[in-house]
């Protein structure tokens, strides 16, 4: 089975900055698309910023200029720099991972269990 576990969450003040870290492990032969998404209270999933094995990004708008997903394809591992933090960007952010068990096999999709990011002075 394939695990992702999301870790960097904590407590911030505004103007400050995180920096998240999602691993895949497990029987994986190879990952598509890693993305962060994130619900904060009250509110749907949403997306926050993705990224393909080709290092292609896509970012909501509300996070550009101040958020950076980045990857390390040889660990599986998806980061999001988040800068200039702000009080509407508390959440918990979930990373999602797209991939392949076998060569040409089908895509499955994983969730993290999400980590808690505050932003509050």
């Known amino acids: 089975q394939v695990q992702l576990v999301e870790s960097g969450g904590g407590l911030v003040q505004p103007g400050g900055s995180l920096r998240l870290s999602c691993a895949a492990s497990?029987?994986?032969?190879?990952?598509?698309?890693m993305g962060w998404y994130r619900q904060g209270p009250g509110k749907q999933r949403d997306l926050v910023a993705t990224?393909?094995?080709?290092?292609?990004?896509n970012y909501a708008d509300s996070v550009k200029g101040r958020f950076t997903i980045s990857r390390d394809n040889a660990k599986n591992t998806v980061y999001l720099q988040m800068n200039s933090l702000k009080p509407e960007d508390t959440a918990l952010y979930y990373c999602?991972?797209?991939?392949?068990?076998?060569?040409?096999?089908?895509?499955?999709?994983?969730w993290g269990p999400g980590t808690q990011v505050t932003v509050s002075s």
């Open positions: 497990g029987s994986i032969f190879s990952i598509n698309a």
């Open positions: 999602n991972a797209r991939y392949r068990i076998t060569l040409g096999g089908n895509e499955y999709a994983r």
């Open positions: 990224i393909t094995r080709g290092k292609s990004t």
